[in-house]
């Protein structure tokens, strides 16, 4: 049977967990069949140039060579030998990569990659993300969020407000953030100097309702709560706080993602299928070292974003092209940013498929598909993105089923027998 397409955030029903959360992290490590593996976070995708050596280290050290990027603009570090994690805490945490090791899995925090380099945003939410996550590290009750819970900080243009982030601070012209929890239509406008505290304050508020339900949740979608409820406790808790939060809708315009390419004093670069090779990292470096700031920011969408400001033109283009002879995608007109796929197999024993390797050869039909189109070796789709995209997902008795998951249409499925006539299959869904 085909499988049914995964619940966008405003379908996702009301459930509570009969175990503990297990997301894998630096000092949780993983067990895949690959080796060990090791979830780093990086609020905000931010890398300082002593972070970025440290992860090239371990993952050459400990692990297969090369990092690999998650949906959440995080690195994950595969193929780690055993008996390795007490150094590969140690190491990390020299460089700033671990500042609680009570708080490590839950410094989930997207935050717009090109904020302060291209003009577009309505403010540079930096200050944002260094107060949210000292705020999260400080906070005895915020060890208890899963490490599946989500922030979000836009810069007012856009693009990580449309992750489905448990709870996204966006700022908005006049100097005010507008706070929203989960898929609500309702949000909270709050001083933009109180943002940071505010989302603390809320995800410890979602913390309390849970506990008062009962109910074992992950995520906001989760919570037996209606939306709107949700906002008001938080509104609540937030006043008592002696923060103003006003009621506002919660509606705004979403943006796509950078594309690659040179956007204002930034060169964007997109790692096909989330894997960075140690060469590849080391030409990053040495891109980001020869600017004022040095330092990576991780995109949400398996990118890389390098601040340039500081570079003349010529210097830009030539950094851009040498990042492009590494294999880093630099050309917008590319169809990798479209296609993803989970680990698949070898490294993973659920996968009933090496999807990787064929969403590569099948790139050049993928680049025709109406949508994203994101691989995945069984139903769990790990890594999947939020957003409307096909699924192809590897059948049990071989092949793969192609389903388009949009919102506001029913989804269709067609039977793909085998990859190499993925330009049929895509012709005969529903567009």
Excluded at 263 to 275: E, K, S
Excluded at 309 to 331: C, M, N, Q, S
Aim: hydrophobic content about 45%; charged content about 20%; aromatic content about 4%.
């Amino acid at each position: 049977m085909p499988t049914p397409p995964p619940p966008s955030s405003s379908q996702a029903t009301a459930v509570s967990r009969d175990r503990g959360d297990a997301c894998p992290g630096t000092l949780r490590l993983h067990a895949a069949d690959d080796g060990a593996l090791a979830r780093v976070r990086i609020p905000g995708g931010v890398l300082t140039a002593r972070q970025v050596a440290a992860l090239a280290d371990a993952a050459g050290r400990w692990g297969d060579g090369a990092l690999y990027l998650t949906s959440r603009g995080n690195v994950q570090l595969r193929g780690l030998s055993d008996g390795c994690a007490g150094e590969l805490a140690a190491a990390l945490a020299a460089a700033g990569l671990l500042p609680s090791y009570g708080h490590e899995r839950v410094r989930n925090v997207v935050a717009s990659p090109l904020a302060g380099l291209d003009g577009l945003g309505v403010r540079d939410v930096r200050d944002w993300l260094v107060a949210l996550d000292a705020a999260l590290c400080g906070s005895d009750r915020a060890r208890e969020l899963s490490g599946r819970f989500l922030f979000a900080l836009d810069d007012g243009r856009g693009d990580v407000a449309a992750l489905g982030a448990d709870l996204t601070v966006r700022a908005v012209p006049g100097g005010a953030a507008l706070l929203t929890a989960g898929a609500s239509a309702r949000g909270l406008l709050v001083p933009g100097g109180d943002a940071a505290r505010a989302a603390l304050l809320a995800a410890e508020v979602f913390l309390a309702l849970a506990a008062e339900c009962g109910a074992r949740v992950w995520r906001i979608a989760e919570l037996p709560v209606p939306p709107d409820e949700l906002t008001r406790a938080i509104g609540a808790g937030l006043t008592a706080a002696g923060i103003d939060a006003r009621p506002a809708s919660g509606d705004a315009p979403v943006t796509a993602p950078p594309p690659p390419g040179i956007t204002g004093d930034a060169l964007a670069v997109h790692a096909p299928l989330g894997t960075i090779t140690a060469g590849q990292w080391r030409e990053l470096t040495a891109t980001a070292a020869a600017a004022p700031g040095a330092e990576l920011r991780l995109t949400p969408w398996r990118g890389v974003v390098v601040p340039v400001r500081g570079l003349g033109p010529r210097e830009t283009a030539d950094a851009l092209g040498r990042l492009a002879r590494t294999g880093l995608v630099t050309d917008a007109g590319s169809p990798w940013p479209r296609v993803g796929a989970c680990i698949g197999r070898p490294g993973c024993a659920k996968s009933r498929s090496d999807v990787r390797a064929d969403a590569a050869r099948t790139l050049a039909d993928a680049a025709r598909s109406p949508l994203p189109l994101y691989w995945s070796g069984c139903e769990r789709r790990c890594g999947r993105p939020p957003g409307d995209r096909i699924d192809a997902v590897a059948a049990p008795d071989g092949g793969y089923h192609l389903t388009t998951t949009a919102a506001g249409r029913p989804a269709d499925t067609v039977r793909l027998d085998d990859p190499t006539r993925l330009a049929a299959a895509l012709a005969a869904i529903a567009p």
